[in-house]
């Protein structure tokens, strides 16, 4: 038996057609496990019994470890790791009951971190309180074209950085990467204040959550620095997937077809070698379901554990991400700027829509 335990709770349907409806994550994440001999996967859980049936049998988990009620997989098989990949709406009661049990020293959860603020900063304080480390499962951070940026940063090769722009996917779903990725370029710099507006006028449900349509949000760091995103038609604005503005260059992440990565100084561009890695995958993906990049997410997972550091993927640094996020919709509700820190309660974007203020044609797909 390898060192730790690892079970996961929301195993998913069929992983070969992941769609925003659903996308088999524990699926990913259980094959990502599979590639650190420092962990087995010993149990899984999912409310849909053949769901945790087929995933048990592509991993090999033996069947005393299927379980449907994960309050009961967390007593009998008492995991010392546990992925938490259920949709967003029920990730605050998985990982709190994790905390709580007694038996987890580590939850490794799916992004987005909740349905709201105050789910998020109970999640990170639970698991605080507990003494059970908490990290989101944001593995873009571990891509060679946000690395690698983020080491022309460290560099000083665009000098201060000025402003982060973002036009890459939306605000709330791929939000919880790209706003998280700026958060990384940033030096984990918390913001002060978030200004946003929106439209949604036809129907789009991701992951269980309404997503707008078009979306212009802009943030300040306390350090000065301003981020911003634009999605949906406005998201050519950037003409990049992001843009690191500097005091003496731009550092370019491309959407994929041309060299990823990019250095621009004195208005000369030059692109700056990532290998085969994209913004989703290593490129050197074979014979399995996703990223390579889930892999190095799991090891950070052991490797915190290990030293007793706090990850690189940790729920304090979730939090600013997720301030940022909520902020944008509550700055849409209030039609006003938000500063932080702020409370709500609810998710400002779904009470909008639940109230009628927003009313979105139902879609066409
Ligand atoms: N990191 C990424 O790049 C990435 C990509 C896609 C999705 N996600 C995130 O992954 C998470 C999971 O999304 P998905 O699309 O993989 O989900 P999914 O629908 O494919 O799987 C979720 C599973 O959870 C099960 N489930 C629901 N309630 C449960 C409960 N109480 N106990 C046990 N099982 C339960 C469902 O039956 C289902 O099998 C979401 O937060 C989503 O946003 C992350």
Redesign the pocket.
């Known amino acids: 038996m390898n060192g730790y335990t690892v079970a996961v709770?929301?195993?998913?349907?069929d992983?070969s057609n992941?769609?925003?409806?659903?996308?088999?994550?524990?699926y990913?994440h259980a094959e990502a496990y599979a590639t650190d001999d420092r962990c087995e996967l010993v149990a899984c859980?999912?409310?849909?019994r053949e769901?945790?049936e087929a995933f048990a049998a592509t991993f090999g988990v033996p069947e005393t470890g299927v379980y449907?009620?994960?309050e009961r997989m967390l007593s009998e098989a008492e995991p010392d790791v546990v992925s938490v990949?259920?949709?967003?709406a029920?990730?605050r009661?998985?990982v709190v009951d994790c905390a709580r049990s007694g038996v987890v020293s580590a939850v490794h959860?799916?992004?987005?971190m909740a349905d709201s603020l105050a789910d998020a900063r109970e999640m990170v304080r639970e698991c605080r309180e507990c003494d059970v480390q908490l990290t989101f499962?944001?593995?873009?951070r571990f891509g060679a074209p946000f690395t690698e940026a983020k080491r022309l940063l460290d560099d000083g090769r665009i000098g201060d950085l000025t402003r982060i722009e973002i036009g890459w996917g939306d605000f709330y779903?791929t939000g919880?990467?790209t706003v998280d990725l700026a958060g990384m370029f940033n030096d984990e710099h918390p913001a002060e204040w978030v200004i946003a507006a929106l439209d949604y006028r036809e129907e789009d449900v991701?992951?269980?959550s309404h997503q707008e349509n078009q979306m212009w949000a802009q943030w300040r760091y306390e350090n000065g620095v301003y981020g911003v995103l634009s999605s949906g038609e406005g998201s050519d604005f950037t003409d990049a997937a992001f843009l690191l503005r500097g005091t003496e260059g731009v550092v370019r992440i491309n959407v994929e077809g041309g060299p990823m990565l990019e250095l621009e100084r004195g208005g000369e561009r030059s692109p700056v070698d990532v290998g085969t890695e994209t913004m989703h995958r290593t490129g050197t993906e074979t014979d399995r379901f996703g990223?390579h990049y889930?892999d190095r997410a799991i090891a950070e997972v052991f490797d915190a554990l290990e030293e007793g550091r706090e990850p690189t993927l940790s729920g304090r640094l979730g939090l600013n991400t997720a301030e940022i996020l909520f902020a944008g919709y509550e700055s849409v509700r209030r039609r006003g700027r938000v500063d932080l820190p702020f409370d709500a309660d609810d998710h400002p974007f779904e009470a909008m829509v639940e109230s009628g203020e927003l009313a979105p044609e139902p879609s066409n797909d």
């Open positions: 709770v929301g195993t998913g349907p992983p992941p769609t925003v409806e659903g996308f088999a994550m524990g990913r859980a999912d409310i849909v769901n945790a449907e009620d994960y990949c259920v949709p967003p029920i990730h009661d998985v959860c799916e992004k987005p499962n944001r593995q873009r779903d919880a990467h991701r992951f269980g990223s889930h």
